[in-house]
């Protein structure tokens, strides 16, 4: 995309798709990737993204190795069953009795000292970023932090990357429509509202150690409450 693009784009604020709009719970299912949707200044309400063949292709190449349907395929996979890692509850249980934390990691996770370090480091990674996430006011507690983790990152990232997929033909209509769906049900079984989901997926490009999070929490703030944002009207995912 030219520069020039880039600043028009940047001042055009939230983009929709006025020819080819999405309904119920197929704009549900699209909405999921409306974080990533509105940094990329994408559509936020139909399956195409709007972006041009080139800004597509150097996103899935450049940030995911994305090159053909089996690269697409193996990366949706492992965003959307990221949150099914059954010792992320022993990370964060260790988060919240930080006194005894490596007795509660070594107690809770398999006599393996790779796995040992390799969730000892993710201990370390949300120690650093649960502080700043809960005082900049995105989450009213821990409590609630830890309910929803960061899973509107992970959901949030595959549905947009499901949607480049599709308009580079790596994905069919149909599997398309599947990741859409599989990632918005994962999504609803961790957060309770769109809200939750923004915060969420803040949270979790924190963790990934990205900048300029304050620029997020403005998008975030953006898509709840522009008039012209689909998820304006909206309240529970």
Not at 108 to 119: A, D, I, T, V
Not at 148 to 156: I, K, L, Q, S
């Amino acid at each position: 995309m030219s520069f020039l693009k880039k600043i028009m784009r940047a001042f055009s604020g939230l983009r929709l798709n006025d020819k080819q709009p999405l309904h119920g719970k197929q704009l549900d299912y699209v909405l999921v990737s409306s974080m990533y949707a509105a940094q990329q200044s994408a559509y936020l309400n139909a399956f195409e993204t709007g972006l041009s063949k080139g800004e597509i292709k150097t996103l899935l190449q450049d940030h995911w190795g994305i090159n053909n349907s089996e690269d697409a395929k193996s990366i949706l996979s492992g965003l959307i069953t990221r949150n099914n890692d059954p010792y992320l509850a022993v990370v964060y249980a260790a988060y919240a009795n930080k006194a005894n934390y490596v007795e509660i990691l070594k107690s809770g996770l398999p006599e393996n000292e790779h796995l040992f370090q390799r969730y000892l480091q993710m201990y370390r990674t949300i120690s650093a970023a649960i502080p700043d996430a809960v005082s900049s006011g995105l989450f009213e507690s821990y409590a609630a932090l830890e309910k929803v983790r960061d899973a509107g990152w992970n959901y949030g990232r595959a549905s947009f990357i499901a949607r480049c997929c599709f308009d580079m033909n790596y994905l069919t209509a149909n599997e398309l429509v599947q990741y859409l769906e599989e990632s918005y049900n994962g999504l609803k079984g961790c957060c309770k509202t769109w809200k939750d989901y923004t915060a969420s997926y803040v949270y979790g490009r924190a963790l990934s150690g990205a900048s300029h999070n304050a620029g997020m929490i403005t998008i975030a703030d953006d898509l709840l409450k522009n008039r012209k944002s689909p998820l304006l009207d909206k309240t529970f995912v």
